[in-house]
Structures are given as C-alpha cells and as structure tokens.
C-alpha cells in the first residue's frame, strides 16, 4: 500500500509530476478512473500518483507521456528527476554524478555494487535490509536501481572499473537462484569493452599487505575531468573533493586494483562460482 507519509516527503519532480498530470487530467474531462484506463493503471494508482502517496513509476511516465504529453516531452523529461526522488538522501548527490560520469572506479566489500546487481539480488538485499521498508518502497528502491544499469549502455561510453571481493561472490543473498543469476550477470558485464571486473581473493592479505581494508570506495571522473571521491557508511554519505584526499584514495585503489585478480582470472573464478549454483 502506498504510504500515507510519502506525501509528506515527495521530492520536487513528484509534486510536480502530479500537479501537471491533474491539471491535464481535468482538463480532458477525465476521472481518475479514466485516465487509468488510457494508460493501463487502476484509478487507485492515478490517486496515489496525483495526492504523492505514492511517485509515478517510469511505466507511469512513460503512459503518461503518450496519452497526456501532446508531444512535449514533459512526463519524459521527468523520469529522471522523479527517480532522484525515490533515492535515499545521502545517495541523491552521488546519483546525479553516476549518472554523467566519464569514469567510475569502484571497490565493493560486503556486496555487489548497485550498479552490477540483478533484480532478483537487489529485491532480496533491499528487501531483507534494516529498518524494515514496505513492498511498495522495495519495488520502488529496485526500481531506481536497475535504472541506474542505463549507464552501461549510454553514449557518451562510461568507463567502468569494478574490484570485488571474493567474499562477496562467496556470500548469499535471497538464495541459491539468485545468486546463480548474479554471478552469471556479472559474467556478462566483465566481458564488456567498457567494464573492467577484478575479483580481490581471499588470500590477499597473507603478504602481509591489504589496500582494502579501509572500507568501499568509489573513484568518479566527472564530465569535466575532475575527480572526486564518494563514500557511503550506515546510511551516511561523503562527497570528497579536496585534490590531496582524492589522490590518496586513487593510489590506495591502484594499489587495490594491482593485488586483485587479472581481468580474465577473475571472469574465470566467477564462472565457476556460478557453476556451483544450481
């Protein structure tokens, strides 16, 4: 069920959403239940969508446009400024600069990056998170997250650096299934010409040298070549700029990169792994 307190913290671009899409609705002479029936949602969804208990879906938008538009684009346009609605707080900064950058390189410890995750690995981690959230802000949450995979396919190309570690692969999350999917998904994205995937094994630190133990750590090359750091711990975020941070944090992560797994050592560990998935 939608929540009654999501009309309190409605973001800008829903509220906005919702006033045109009223507007228009009015207009055309329509009830709720008839603008659902022009787009394929019940009216009940339309009321939560025009009162922000609950933001529209990019279907939503998507119908929207077609029906309600008139070729301005302007339900279109709002789909990505209602997804940065649906973030949490502390991502909704970082999440505008994903979505331009030229260049990511990251480092995940406990799970798979949200960038790399399937459907099925996200609604299980979200959804058996704490505090507990509701099916409909898991729905929305998995929403906003698989949206964010449009950065693989985008032009310009983004080029992506991923080091995972091996405990990582090792851990499961919803189920069997579910990871066997996983680890074929990130199979598949290792072997793209603008993804780099390195697997951190287990066994790293029995030199006596472990670069990643500081915690996760995201590199980001903005459009405008600068670099900046992102950090994310217990639902707090760091946004670092300052250019003598930033480069001790790259050489930290080269020096993670250079004790990982090659490129293709690593597909092969993950192939494995899936394997041992039925």
């Not at 009309?7 to 239940?33: F, I, S």
């Not at 009940?44 to 009162?51: D, F, I, K, L, R």
């Not at 209602?82 to 799970?111: H, I």
């Not at 997250?145 to 919803?174: H, K, N, Q, Y």
Request: aromatic fraction near 4%.
């Amino acid at each position: 069920m939608a929540r009654a307190e999501n009309k309190e913290a409605a973001g800008p671009a829903t509220r906005l959403v919702a006033n045109v899409a009223r507007n228009m609705r009015v207009q055309k002479g329509w009830t709720q239940e008839q603008l659902g029936n022009e787009i394929g949602f019940t009216g009940a969804a339309v009321s939560a969508m025009e009162t922000c208990a609950q933001p529209a879906s990019d279907q939503m938008l998507v119908e929207l446009e077609r029906v309600l538009g008139g070729g301005t684009g302007i339900f279109e346009e709002a789909r990505t400024h209602v997804r940065l609605d649906k973030y949490p707080a502390q991502f909704k900064n970082y999440a505008l600069l994903e979505q331009k950058a030229v260049g990511l390189c990251l480092y995940a410890t406990l799970v798979v990056h949200g960038l790399f995750q399937t459907e099925e690995y996200a609604r299980a981690l979200i959804g058996g998170g704490y505090p507990l959230l509701s099916e409909a802000r898991v729905e929305e949450l998995v929403e906003v997250r698989m949206a964010r995979r449009a950065l693989f396919e985008r032009e310009p190309v983004a080029l992506i650096e991923l080091v995972l570690e091996e405990s990582v692969l090792r851990r499961t999350i919803g189920s069997e299934e579910v990871m066997h999917g996983q680890m074929r998904h990130l199979a598949e994205c290792a072997r793209r010409r603008n993804v780099t995937l390195q697997v951190l094994p287990l066994d790293c630190g029995l030199s006596g040298e472990h670069a990643g133990a500081h915690s996760e750590l995201t590199l980001v090359e903005t459009p405008q070549h600068d670099h900046l750091v992102y950090l994310e711990a217990q639902d707090e975020s760091l946004l670092i700029k300052d250019p003598a941070k930033v480069s001790t944090c790259a050489q930290r992560y080269a020096k993670i990169r250079a004790q990982a797994l090659g490129p293709r050592e690593s597909l092969g560990l993950i192939e494995r792994l899936a394997g041992e998935h039925p």
